[in-house]
């Protein structure tokens, strides 16, 4: 399975922008798909994900409000709509898909709980 993001770039405080992910590689059981971030020295964290069959979501607190996650079954892709971003959502974005077994209520910020990774897209917002 391979996932391709794209969509980052360069936004000043305040702004939008919106990061996709495409999953591709023959025939693959997908339970999530989602987001996570990592900013320069700091660990890989949760951001969002959404199931794949009921479309339900989660997200971390700090984007609760400004990023919104959605899907695409027929096209196996995942977007993330950012709005009203701030410096501290400068990060690279990682999409993921959990093809195993759902993560489950006390896995989504888990690394472990997913099993495919795609190669981030660095999303900057200047201040």
């Known amino acids: 399975v391979q996932l391709q993001a794209s969509g980052g770039g360069l936004v000043q405080a305040g702004g939008s922008l919106r990061v996709s992910c495409v999953a591709s590689?023959?025939?693959?059981?997908?339970?999530?798909m989602g987001w996570f971030r990592q900013a320069p020295g700091k660990e890989r964290e949760f951001v969002a994900a959404i199931t794949w069959t009921l479309g339900s979501i989660q997200y971390a607190d700090s984007v609760k409000g400004r990023l919104t996650i959605s899907r695409d079954n027929g096209k196996n892709m995942v977007y993330l709509q950012m709005n009203i971003l701030k410096p501290e959502d400068t990060a690279v974005y990682y999409c993921?898909?959990?093809?195993?077994?759902?993560?489950?209520?006390?896995?989504?910020?888990?690394?472990?709980?997913?099993?495919?990774w795609g190669q981030g897209t660095q999303v900057t917002v200047s201040s």
């Open positions: 993921n898909v959990a093809g195993t077994r759902p993560p489950g209520s006390k896995g989504w910020a888990r690394t472990t709980s997913y099993d495919y």
């Open positions: 590689g023959g025939t693959f059981t997908t339970y999530s």
